[in-house]
């Protein structure tokens, strides 16, 4: 793995921020390799049971699911209260079980079965208005959903991501979620590993070090770089970036 080089850059533009958030995470973290983690229908379905809602309680979610009704064609058959206990640890079942199903019938309709393969062949701008058109799907789940499984150049932003972008400066202070989508894509190489990397990588600081509150600024590999920091420790000192430990040695989740 390569040495982590700790620069200090508060004054960088934030394209420029960007990048260099992009090269020092790329060593503290490692490169991740392309290839899906889940199959595009699970990615989907998942990602919409994981809103406010933990890893644990949307897997279990998703498990139950399956075993009480086997298929997805058992889902879209399912009276829609039975579906909503099954996937009740999630935050909003009620609300989620009725878009699941209108999620399983257009995938349906589009398809001509529950497969979303045939994305892998449609633009991306296609691709991203189709999903983004359905129930409970925004820009964040579609973007997963097309990087994740088909390589698209399209960079996933949810409140981890954005979180540290704007603490760091890579983005204005009131730059949305949604807006932030473009704005760092715009920021970064049109390449799908590059923009795997990024959001990865920033989604696992703002689990591990950059909380919502209280985030663990001292053993921030950012610190020479991010605003937050430079607001409420001040530049840091050659030691203080010293400290940071050159390579992530925790468990990154998922």
């Given at each position: ?5 700790l620069?200090?850059a ?59 009704f ?6 879209v ?9 099954a996937?009740r640890?999630?935050?909003w ?60 150049p ?12 704007q603490?760091v ?7 949305s ?14 390449e799908?590993t590059?923009l795997?990397?990024f ?14 509150t ?10 020479g ?18 400290a ?11």
């Amino acid at each position: 793995m390569p040495t982590l080089a700790l620069t200090t850059a508060y004054d960088l533009p934030p394209a420029a921020k960007t990048r260099e958030d992009h090269r020092i995470l790329n060593a503290f973290y490692g490169p991740v390799p392309p290839g899906q983690r889940r199959t595009p229908m699970r990615e989907l379905i998942s990602t919409v049971l994981s809103h406010r809602t933990t890893h644990r309680d949307e897997e279990l979610a998703y498990e139950r699911m399956l075993e009480a009704f086997g298929d997805w064609q058992g889902v879209v058959d399912a009276p829609t209260a039975e579906l909503a206990h099954a996937i009740r640890t999630t935050r909003w079942p009620d609300t989620q079980a009725p878009r699941i199903q209108e999620i399983l019938r257009r995938i349906k309709a589009e398809f001509g079965g529950y497969s979303l393969d045939a994305l892998a062949d449609w633009p991306v701008e296609r691709g991203l208005t189709w999903l983004t058109d359905m129930p409970g799907i925004g820009l964040k789940t579609a973007s997963l959903v097309l990087l994740f499984n088909f390589q698209k150049p399209v960079l996933p932003v949810d409140t981890h991501v954005h979180r540290v972008a704007q603490r760091v400066g890579l983005i204005g202070p009131k730059v949305s979620v949604e807006k932030a989508h473009q704005v760092l894509l715009s920021q970064l190489p049109a390449e799908a590993t590059d923009l795997l990397n990024f959001h990865k990588h920033n989604y696992w600081l703002g689990q591990h070090i950059c909380f919502f509150t209280k985030p663990n600024c001292p053993a921030c590999p950012l610190k020479g770089l991010c605003n937050y920091y430079l607001e409420h420790y001040g530049p840091a000192s050659a030691a203080e970036l010293a400290a940071v430990a050159p390579e992530w040695t925790g468990e990154k989740l998922h």
